[in-house]
């Protein structure tokens, strides 16, 4: 079945069609992981967007019961090289065609993705869809320019109402903006009381669960459509320690009175180089985001930049000069992605203990 990846600015892609039938609309966006597609195409971070992998080879371990981030993928389209038909590996369940399949995705493959990439960081990203080959591909070019993409990516993705997971250690509230099943996970790992709230919970509400620290999960699009966020964690960061992944590191940045701005391509992968400025130490990390905290902006603030990405020179952490509150761009839950940031989680613990004890 061949299929058309059109895009914007009037240019198009063939190749051949997998996964569900039907029309994916969104921003096309890249990502460099040569493993992990089944993280990326489940991570809520990817809301309405169409992921093309830069890696030429995807699917060939197919899908399992243990490596989602979500319960629903809400990604618009995958585009890749190669699919894998056959999956081989002891956990697959599914292969990536009939797990797109299932959740009524549309992929396309074939295309030669390195120049679609090249001109994804030369102009930018660009919105586009995959569809079917159609006599008249000049309308079609015209319902994608008049599509205007939702600007309500959280509100989509976000838990509808508070849930628990039980621990014997720190209580932990959770804002969920689009979080990833292995921000739980770390937290778990080191037996916090977790609480997970929607986007829109207030600081008061969050405030009644008493909690010893609140995590700010990652999530989907521009973070100034999030007011709420912003307006909660200005409430609260003198309160209680708090921590961001993420969209919860451009919210607690533009509470400060940062400022953020949308980067050409974004970061998308596991491969992003980032320097602690206070010990020089490099780590590898993983990283899906947009928009990022202008650095100029940080100067009039309370906010230290802590961590920095190398190969653009963008902030990848902050640290607040006066209240328990700190935040990184990246993913030190690393899923997928390398482990050398994970020892974060437990700089988050240290912070709840020490705040517990300099306020008992």
């Known amino acids: 079945m061949k ?46 967007q169409i992921i093309m992998f830069t890696y030429p080879l995807i699917g060939n371990y197919g899908i399992n019961r243990d490596d989602f981030e979500s319960m629903l993928p809400s990604c618009n389209g995958v585009i890749v090289k190669d699919v894998a038909r056959l999956a081989s590996n002891w956990r697959s369940q599914m292969t990536l065609d009939e797990f797109l399949k299932s959740k009524g995705i549309p992929g396309i493959s074939g295309i030669d993705t390195r120049a ?23 309308h079609e070019y015209d319902q994608l320019r008049a599509t205007v ?15 628990t997971i039980p621990g014997d250690g720190k209580k932990v509230v959770v804002v969920d903006f689009g979080m990833k099943h292995s921000i739980l996970r770390e937290l778990i790992n080191r037996r916090c009381n977790i609480t997970v709230v929607p986007y829109n919970y207030s600081a008061d509400d969050i405030l009644t669960l008493a909690p010893d620290g609140i995590m700010l999960s990652n999530g989907p699009g521009d973070p100034k459509d999030v007011p709420e966020g912003i307006e909660t964690i200005t409430k609260l960061q003198s309160k209680v320690p708090i921590f961001g992944i993420c969209l919860g590191h451009q919210l607690l940045s533009l509470a400060n009175g940062a400022d ?4 050409k391509f974004g970061h998308r992968g596991s491969n992003h180089p980032v320097k602690e400025i ?33 190969n653009d020179n963008t902030i990848e952490g902050v640290k607040h000069k006066k209240y328990p509150a700190f935040s990184v761009q990246f993913h030190p839950d690393a899923a997928p992605g390398p482990h050398d940031a ?13 705040w517990g004890k300099n306020n008992a």
């Open 3 to 48: 299929r058309l990846l059109i895009l914007e600015d009037g240019t198009y892609f063939e190749g051949k069609g997998f996964g569900a039938k039907g029309i994916g609309t969104g921003e096309v966006v890249f990502t460099t992981g040569m493993s992990g597609y089944q993280e990326v195409l489940t991570d809520p971070s990817f809301k309405g």
């Open 116 to 138: 679609l990439t090249k001109k994804i960081r030369d102009a930018g990203t660009l919105k586009g869809s995959i569809i079917d080959i159609v006599p008249d591909i000049d």
């Open 149 to 163: 993409l939702p600007r309500n990516q959280v509100q989509q993705v976000s838990t509808t109402k508070p849930y």
């Open 260 to 263: 953020t701005y949308k980067l």
């Open 278 to 310: 206070a010990t020089g130490q490099i780590c590898f990390t993983s990283q899906n985001h947009g928009y990022a905290v202008s650095e100029e902006s940080t100067t009039m603030t309370d906010l230290m930049v802590t961590h920095i990405e190398i």
């Open 342 to 354: 994970v020892g974060i989680f437990d700089e988050f613990i240290e912070l709840m203990e020490n």
